[in-house]
């Protein structure tokens, strides 16, 4: 239903009806806004998550449908919030001073074991810890834990073999207790 729905939309946008493109936006903002929180930080969220629907806007007749709405929509979101880490990166404003500094001087420790990483996604503990995964890292371990991606979609969305995902999801996570781990010391 959800691509039936996606396609009548994309074809009221692409001839013309701006109304259907609001309702695209209702339908994905959140999800979009969450992965933007998740890879960029509070701070840029919002402007992230605004800045990939007007580029979707701009685009929206480029897309030939090969693959789902959703699927496309999240690569975009995801090359650009790529595409803002590098930018930080290569500024230097993203380091454990700002972090600290932000925190009040400390990591601040993570909560129980059984609470799931997507309610842990607000805390700024786990934020934390995203920002200091590299980027790839980052991007899988949201897409999978955060935003709940299977790992066919992850395939398709990445276009990477389901070994890959298996492999990079690993990493990631492993990363990410590691991590929590110094940053609790």
Request: net charge positive; glycine share 4%.
């Given at each position: ?5 996606d ?41 992230a ?13 480029k897309?030939?449908?090969?693959s789902q ?21 290569r500024?230097?404003t ?56 299977s790992?066919?979609e992850?395939t398709e ?6 070994d ?10 492993k990363?990410f207790m590691?991590?929590?781990?110094e940053?609790?010391?």
């Open positions: 239903m959800a691509e039936g729905f396609s009548a939309l994309l074809e009221k946008i692409k001839n013309g009806e701006t109304g259907a493109f609001a309702s695209l936006v209702k339908r994905y903002q959140q999800k979009v806004y969450q992965l933007c929180l998740s890879m960029v930080g509070p701070a840029e969220a919002e402007d998550a605004q800045s990939i629907f007007i580029s979707i806007y701009q685009s929206i007749r897309f030939e449908e090969r709405f959703s699927t496309w929509l999240y690569r975009v979101a995801a090359n650009h919030c790529l595409n803002l880490l590098a930018k930080r990166k500024e230097k993203d380091s454990l001073d700002l972090i600290l500094k932000h925190t009040g001087g400390q990591l601040p420790e993570l909560t129980s074991a059984d609470v799931t990483l997507a309610r842990l996604a607000e805390k700024e503990s786990v934020r934390s810890i995203l920002g200091k995964m590299a980027e790839e890292e980052r991007l899988i371990l949201c897409l999978r834990e955060i935003e709940g991606f790992y066919q992850l969305l990445l276009d990477i073999s389901l890959l995902v298996k492999v990079r999801l690993f990493r990631a996570r990363s590691r991590i929590a781990k940053s609790n010391k």
